[in-house]
């Protein structure tokens, strides 16, 4: 099984971007179709966005639609989300997954516990 480590949150204003990384290890990182999403404060885990094996198609949840965005780099076996126009409702946990039978539109109803793999998350506050 993929094990996967989120790295890149921290706190940033209303309008300013932020990269987060997911670096994965022990199997084959282009096996799988990588993730993201995200946990606010007393709320349920919500997709953010995927993107396939070989990083050919990508999906995103319409809250973060034409300000974020997902690619990887299979040599590095890296997945990124570049997060731009950040707004205080972004504020969350995230969370990098892996799956290796759903392609990026299907990760978007999996959760946690039918995902093949799930990181341990990493805070990003987003001030007003």
């Known amino acids: 099984q993929v094990q996967l480590v989120e790295s890149g949150g921290g706190l940033v204003q209303s309008g300013h971007s932020l990269i987060l990384s997911c670096a994965a290890s022990?199997?084959?990182?282009?096996?799988?179709?990588m993730g993201w999403f995200r946990q606010a404060p007393g709320k349920d885990q919500d997709f953010v966005s995927a993107?396939?094996?070989?990083?050919?198609?990508?999906y995103y949840a319409d809250s973060v639609k034409g300000r974020f965005t997902i690619s990887r780099d299979n040599a590095k076996s890296t997945v990124y989300l570049q997060m731009n126009s950040l707004k205080p409702e972004d504020t969350a946990v995230y969370y990098c997954?892996?799956?290796?039978?759903?392609?990026?539109?299907?990760?978007?109803?999996?959760?946690?516990?039918?995902?093949?793999?799930w990181g341990q998350g990493t805070l990003v506050t987003v001030s007003s």
């Open positions: 997954a892996a799956d290796k039978h759903a392609n990026a539109r299907a990760m978007g109803f999996l959760t946690k516990n039918t995902l093949d793999a």
């Open positions: 993107i396939n094996w070989g990083g050919g198609g990508t």
């Open positions: 022990g199997r084959t990182f282009d096996d799988y179709t």
